[in-house]
């Protein structure tokens, strides 16, 4: 079940002036402003005091931290007073839990203008403490009817309590994640929490103007503040409050201190939340990953620095497990002790058994060693090479056998390489990558002829042939006549475009596979003519296998797949002021065309509009020539594009 809350939020950047209309479209025109008189927020204090003008009739800036009730005793008269029929609260988490405290009280709508991460202004969720006892309770007249995010107002929140607040946020996120009433929703919003923290709060450490950074961390809170209202909190959130209540620890720094020691406690009954964390923080394991960040930007780590007394670990001990609570991890008072403990003294949480070592700082080592490279493009490939590839070890657990392997896969690829046999075309090609590298390059003009991927049996200068000429020399098989044209996009014809043309025989081997041949066969080189066009004769192309006696037929062997290619002509078109064309025409009909992947192409070089009609014809060709039996007649108009149009 999903609940959504009926509170409005308005955020972005100078958005405080709005505080006026919003209390006006609750229909209210008594405003008591509530804050906690804390000199940092004196001027925007002073600019909500402009902005309300005549709607504000009384103000309370004694607001404490933990929401003490005789607080609020004072602050209600103050309320009655006046008269008031609307709150609005400037500050954080004290100052909007006294607004609560005073709306369940008197039923009066509240405006909450946030000026940290606290997130509680979207959360029906209020805790009192009544002599030094925290009470907490829910109710609907507890949510704020209206939060106005103004990011411009945590521009000047110094960086300590940006810290503790923004990670008082990630705890939200994190506890959400894991919580048994989370929902498909609360896991996104929690999620975007989680990375929007990680990101945002080194940044701010390292340059605390950063508006952006600000924005990211204030859009962090308010969705883990939603999750915060809308399902239930874990050991985390128990502890803190045992931790404020009884011992009066500061409320952020406490969390702070608390949450990578609490996730570590939960990892091994929450895993797969945890692996999501990981992976929203961009770190290998979930608790030592939030560790690292709250030492990174210099957050307080040791509960003692917040000044607990060692002494009273094991009474804290009891009372976080003196009431059952829902918790991924069952409490036991000696798990307790020992979380508690590792808090006290600082230590950073062990990552769970098995968790991978945080690789980053190699990985940032080996791309900064790419400072000094002058070419700007270089630098960027090899940067997220490097990136991709450390990634994929990582996230693969790779062995040092299988990186073994690899490299004598590698080796064996190049030994069997000569300039006739191209295993690293070979391994492109039947990975993909060819077909990918050529749809980026060349799938960007409409209008044209798809192109298709290069192979390794072009041959570069190709003999120059006549028109109506027969490029198959002593090779037989089924006669087919080309008529082939070349136009540019709009249909005009080409002429004087270079076209080389290059296939194989019908047992599937290319002139440059048969050493014994006096080559070149089936490839010449054709010059359109004032049409654009030129004919020849060749042989009907059947299918063939790529060469697998070398590691990418092993490969394709380990994985199931077969080495064929769909029957297919090549043909290269260069004509002066017009984009080049390498591409294939396929034999519509033909095996290897269809089938789930896998039995399809065996290079992924196969494109609908290059599948065409090699039409069967019997009876005298239209240039005369006498053909016995069946013929083919392949007709086809190249498109390509003019250099002025790319
Ligand atoms: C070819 O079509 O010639 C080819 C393409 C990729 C690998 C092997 C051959
Ligand atoms: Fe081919």
Excluded at 496 to 517: C, I, K, R
Excluded at 541 to 551: A, F, K, L, N, V
Aim: proline share 8%; with cysteine.
């Amino acid at each position: 079940m999903h609940t959504v809350g009926p509170s409005r939020a308005v955020f972005g950047a100078g958005t405080l002036p709005q505080v006026r209309g919003e209390a006006e479209r609750l229909g209210r025109s008594r405003v008591m402003l509530v804050s906690d008189g804390a000199p940092a927020l004196r001027k925007d204090t002073e600019r909500l005091r402009d902005a309300l003008g005549d709607l504000l009739v009384a103000e309370f800036d004694g607001a404490a931290m933990h929401t003490p009730v005789e607080v609020t005793e004072q602050a209600l008269t103050v309320l009655r007073e006046h008269d008031v029929d609307c709150l609005v609260a400037i500050g954080g988490g004290s100052t909007t839990g006294l607004a609560k405290a005073l709306a369940v009280r008197t039923d009066l709508p509240q405006v909450i203008v946030p000026t940290t991460y606290a997130g509680s202004e979207v959360t029906p969720v209020l805790g009192e403490t009544r002599n030094g006892r925290k009470i907490t309770r829910s109710a609907p007249e507890i949510l704020p009817e209206t939060v106005v995010y103004d990011v411009e107002l945590t521009l000047g929140l110094p960086v300590p309590m940006a810290v503790t607040s923004g990670v008082n946020a990630l705890a939200h996120a994190v506890e959400a994640l894991y919580s048994p009433d989370a929902t498909p929703v609360t896991d996104a919003m929690a999620l975007e929490a989680v990375a929007a923290v990680a990101r945002s709060l080194p940044v701010l450490h390292d340059d605390p103007s950063d508006q952006e950074a600000r924005s990211d961390l204030l859009l962090a809170a308010w969705l883990a503040g939603t999750c915060l209202g809308a399902v239930g909190m874990g050991l985390h959130h128990k502890l803190c409050h045992t931790l404020g209540g009884a011992f009066g620890l500061p409320h952020a720094e406490t969390h702070t201190v608390i949450l990578p020691h609490a996730m570590a406690y939960n990892a091994p009954a929450a895993s797969e939340a945890m692996d999501r964390i990981a992976r929203a923080l961009g770190a290998p394991d979930a608790p030592t990953g939030v560790f690292d960040l709250i030492r990174r930007v210099g957050g307080p780590t040791a509960l003692r620095d917040l000044g607990m007394a060692e002494a009273d670990l094991e009474r804290a001990a009891d009372l976080a497990t003196s009431q059952p609570y829902p918790n991924p991890r069952e409490l036991t008072r000696t798990g307790l002790t020992g979380l508690l403990r590792d808090a006290w003294q600082g230590r950073r949480p062990q990552a769970a058994a098995g968790a991978l070592p945080d690789l980053r700082p190699l990985t940032d080592e080996v791309v900064a060693s790419f400072d000094g490279c002058a070419d700007p493009r270089l630098r960027q490939l090899l940067t997220d090479l490097v990136r991709t590839l450390h990634s994929y070890t990582a996230r693969n657990d790779l062995t040092p056998l299988e990186w073994q392997q690899a490299i004598a896969f590698l080796t064996e690829a190049g030994h069997i390489t000569t300039v006739t046999r191209q295993e690293f075309i070979l391994l492109s090609d039947t990975l993909g990558m060819s077909s990918v590298v050529d749809a980026l390059a060349n799938s960007r003009t409409p209008d044209t002829t798809s192109s298709a991927i290069l192979g390794p049996f072009y041959v570069a200068g190709p003999p120059a042939a006549d028109h109506g000429s027969d490029i198959a020399g002593d090779f037989t098989g089924t006669p087919m006549l080309a008529d082939i044209q070349v136009t540019d996009q709009d249909g005009e014809p080409v002429a004087g475009a270079v076209v080389d043309v290059w296939q194989s025989n019908e047992d599937g081997f290319y002139d440059v596979q048969l050493p014994d041949l006096d080559g070149p066969v089936l490839r010449a080189r054709f010059t359109t003519d004032a049409d654009g066009r030129f004919t020849f004769w060749s042989i009907l192309p059947s299918e063939y296998p790529i060469p697998d006696d070398g590691p990418v037929g092993k490969m394709l062997s380990a994985v199931g797949r077969h080495p064929y290619r769909a029957p297919h002509v090549h043909f290269l078109i260069n004509a002066p002021g017009h984009q080049p064309l390498i591409t294939q025409l396929f034999v519509r009909g033909g095996a290897y065309l269809d089938g789930v992947p896998g039995q399809r192409d065996a290079v992924f070089g196969v494109k609908d509009d290059l599948i065409t009609d090699f039409t069967p014809r019997t009876g005298p060709a239209p240039d005369g020539r006498p053909v016995d039996g069946e013929w083919r007649l392949l007709e086809f108009t190249f498109r390509i594009a003019r250099l002025d149009q790319h």
